[in-house]
């Protein structure tokens, strides 16, 4: 049975090594003034590369506002 | 251009000296009364009251029409005014985004109060000039220009018959006439509409400026609710206003050193962080076309779909290259977003101005948005063509994009035809139909004369004509109170339906942005969120409307530490700047909560403006239906999937075996359901009844219970 993550309340297929950016690019997430947190714990945009998501992790990817 | 005899034909119908005066902290404690009437031209005194409940801007703007308007008053009576009024804050140099100013009216378009926001120097130049607000009543016998001569103390009221129109003419023309020289271009601040404000309720008001860089003057548009059309019923041809040339401390601020070192920060952070955030410096709004598409909230062919296949051809890539940044690209002088883009030499290919080169503002991204893909147009120069005669004609891009696009969903209904346009085939996509229709707007005539009047009133002549069938144009119109919707889709955001129709003006974005929150976030799931989120930001975006303010520096870039606040999406940091620019400029000393109500205070006074003029209730807070869902089975099945999905998952209706109409119908049902519910939950954080009408307790409890106010109120509180 395939392991999953929530992805700003939505459930997203979880893979081995995923990382921020991969979610990202997975969910088409283009907008740049984004703000990443894994249960809870921010991520700074310089690691999201590398910092991998762990299964049945909950991840809020809270898109800013900008424009008007 | 001969602009020597035009100022010889001009006849002087009144003058009047005038003490220059100081500014003290923000403040020039007088505004401006001119009545066109009776040529009167007066000064008249702030009162502590008016800086206290109503602090400048927009607030100065609503308290003199109230005052000089009758419940009865329509837009086109003599007595409804135009009232310009800049902000304390409005002229500070050493912060971005410091030049606004809020322009107030009856609106030809809702027959309520309007408001709208511009940026260019006329607003600073009227304070520097001696006044916090210029009030404008009455009605010309012919055309007249109203010169604030800053340097001299001087107010004139002339007869101007010969200059042309249009205001890319216009306020190049007047600055020239105006300034003593060359050196003085800069110093000259003009207002103008344009010929298609002459004859259509969608008239805007041009405010100009002169860039220094290009030698060549500029437009910045109040486009929202048809004031150059009150502007123009008027007979006003311009206001022209000639200033001492902007410095470092115009307005005897308390503290100059707190503005500087916040400028400095927020300096910084332009240019180490704009060009991996929202790019405004090389793209301006424009960077958002492509981020909406992607999101599925870029409207397309009126709001139906969300998306096109075709946005490469419109996208900010393509005008990152149209455009020719310079310093000079900013509305105010010290802005560093300076995100007013250009296109210079854009060569014309229709209408009266066909083959000259003409430089274009913009577009902007409800520009592009608006007369591009809303309309399916996705043609970059159409875009500028449209873009450049909407400025001169005096025309909202927004509302053109909007109700043209309307009309083509009409057109594709069979609602119209070529027999009805008189020749038009407005179908989606025709771009040779698109500018026919502006320059019959401009020349008042034809089909375009219908449009120009903006949805609600062309729903109504179909209708009256037997042409189609109300309630599928009622569904299928994108105007709330009148105004029409500016170009987000919001289908699949509650919080925003309520973000655009339950403002006080109509669907116009400035007051809440909430989409991002609420369906990619899913940050406000209940209707408590949503209701905390419809009253926080309406009332924060209010408050730059009371300043002198441009919203855009607040969140279109962000601080290196933004994202570890508890609250990033409301830019913790920049909010601190504005509470301290606001102590430093008048010395008042106020907080996060005192500055939203400083907003409550006019937010409510503006809804019972409303409601005293017989609207402003509940029923006027409703939506079109496109607004909140699928009003077409071509919408239903484009996104099929997923809204079966939502009957399934949210609705609890199982969508196996039934019929697209009976799906749709129980999403209607649903969403309408919703909407009433989310009226219900912001309603009462508002401090308002079911009704929508402010409640006496709240008026106290914001100091707002004024007799005035009681008055209109008291009786429908008490059915």
């Known amino acids: 049975m395939s392991q999953t993550i929530t992805v700003n309340g939505d459930l997203l297929e979880w893979t081995e090594g995923m990382s921020v950016s991969d979610v990202l690019a997975l969910k088409k997430y283009t907008f740049k003034m984004l703000v990443v947190k894994i249960d809870g714990q921010l991520i700074k945009k310089a690691i999201w590369p590398e910092t991998v998501i762990p299964a049945g992790a909950t991840v809020q990817v809270i898109h800013l506002m900008s424009g008007g | ?719």
């Open chain 2, 1 to 719: 251009m001969d602009i020597k005899a035009f100022k010889d034909a001009h006849k002087l119908i009144n003058e009047k000296t005038y003490a220059l005066g100081t500014i003290d902290k923000g403040y020039t404690n007088r505004t401006l009364y001119v009545n066109l009437d009776n040529n009167e031209i007066k000064e008249k005194p702030v009162t502590p009251q008016m800086k206290e409940k109503f602090i400048g801007g927009k607030g100065f703007g609503l308290r003199l029409l109230w005052d000089a308007v009758k419940p009865e008053t329509k837009w086109n009576d003599p007595e409804n005014e135009i009232i310009i009024a800049p902000g304390p804050v409005a002229g500070i140099t050493a912060y971005s985004g410091t030049g606004k100013s809020i322009v107030v009216s009856i609106s030809p378009m809702t027959d309520i109060i309007i408001d709208s926001n511009v940026g260019g120097y006329f607003g600073p130049y009227l304070k520097f000039s001696g006044f916090d607000a210029l009030e404008i009543q009455g009605k010309a016998a012919k055309d007249v220009i109203i010169f604030i001569d800053g340097i001299n103390g001087k107010v004139t009221i002339e007869e101007a018959p010969e200059e042309p129109l249009d205001s890319h003419i216009l306020a190049n023309v007047l600055t020239k006439m105006y300034a003593a020289d060359e050196k003085d271009y800069r110093n000259v601040a003009v207002v103008s509409a344009g010929s298609a404000a002459d004859h259509c309720n969608i008239g805007m008001l041009n405010f100009s400026l002169f860039d220094l860089s290009r030698k060549e003057v500029r437009l910045k548009q109040a486009g929202r609710g048809g004031i150059g059309r009150v502007f123009r019923d008027k007979n006003i041809k311009a206001i022209v206003c000639r200033s001492p040339q902007p410095k470092g401390d115009m307005l005897n601020v308390v503290d100059m050193n707190s503005i500087k070192e916040r400028g400095q920060k927020f300096n910084r952070e332009m240019r180490e962080f704009d060009d991996d955030q929202c790019e405004m410096r090389t793209k301006g709004t424009a960077h958002l076309v492509e981020i909406m598409n992607e999101y599925e909230l870029l409207p397309t062919h009126n709001f139906k779909f969300g998306q096109h296949a075709d946005i490469a051809k419109i996208d900010s890539k393509v005008w990152k290259e149209w455009f020719t940044p310079r310093a000079s690209d900013a509305c105010w002088y010290g802005c560093t977003m300076a995100c007013a883009k250009t296109v210079e030499d854009f060569e014309v290919r229709t209408g009266p101005y066909k083959g000259r080169k003409v430089l274009v503002d913009g577009p902007e991204y409800e520009t592009a948005a608006g007369v591009g893909s809303n309309i399916g147009v996705f043609n970059s120069e159409v875009i500028l063509e449209l873009n450049f005669y909407c400025d001169t004609y005096g025309l909202d891009t927004i509302s053109f994009g909007t109700l043209t696009a309307f009309a083509m969903e009409c057109w594709e209904n069979g609602i119209l035809n070529k027999e009805r346009t008189g020749g038009l085939e407005l179908c989606f996509g025709n771009s040779d139909a698109a500018l026919e229709l502006i320059h019959q707007m401009s020349r008042g005539e034809g089909f375009g004369l219908i449009a120009g009047q903006g949805i609600r009133k062309m729903k109504k002549y179909f209708a009256d004509k037997g042409w189609g069938d109300i309630a599928f144009m009622n569904d299928i119109g994108m105007e709330n109170k009148g105004l029409e919707y500016s170009q987000y889709i919001s289908k699949e955001s509650l919080a925003q339906q309520g973000g655009y129709a339950m403002t006080n003006k109509g669907p116009q974005h400035d007051e809440a942005w909430l989409i991002f929150m609420d369906k990619v976030n899913k940050q406000i799931p209940t209707f408590e969120d949503k209701a905390e989120a419809l009253h926080y930001f309406p009332m924060f975006r209010t408050w730059f409307g009371l300043m002198g303010l441009c919203k855009l520096p607040w969140n279109d870039v962000e601080p290196a530490n933004n994202a570890e606040t508890d609250e990033p999406a409301k830019v913790p940091e920049h909010v601190d700047n504005y509470l301290t620019i606001f102590k430093a400029v008048t010395g008042r000393d106020i907080d996060n909560a005192e500055m939203i109500r400083q907003s409550e205070r006019v937010y409510n006074f503006q809804r019972i403006f409303n409601i005293r003029m017989g609207k402003g209730l509940r029923a006027h807070d409703a939506q079109p239906y496109r607004a909140a869902g699928p009003v077409t089975k071509e919408e239903y099945l484009s996104l099929q999937k997923q809204y079966d999905g939502q009957l399934k998952d949210i609705i609890g209706i199982d969508p196996e075996g039934k019929s697209i109409d009976e799906k749709m119908a129980a999403t209607r049902k649903f969403r309408e359901d919703q909407y009433e519910k989310l009226l219900d939950a912001v309603y009462k954080r508002r401090g308002w009844t079911r009704g929508g009408v402010p409640t006496i307790e709240h008026l106290q409890d914001l100091g707002m219970d004024l007799p005035e106010l009681i008055e209109v109120v008291k009786p429908l509180l008490e059915k």
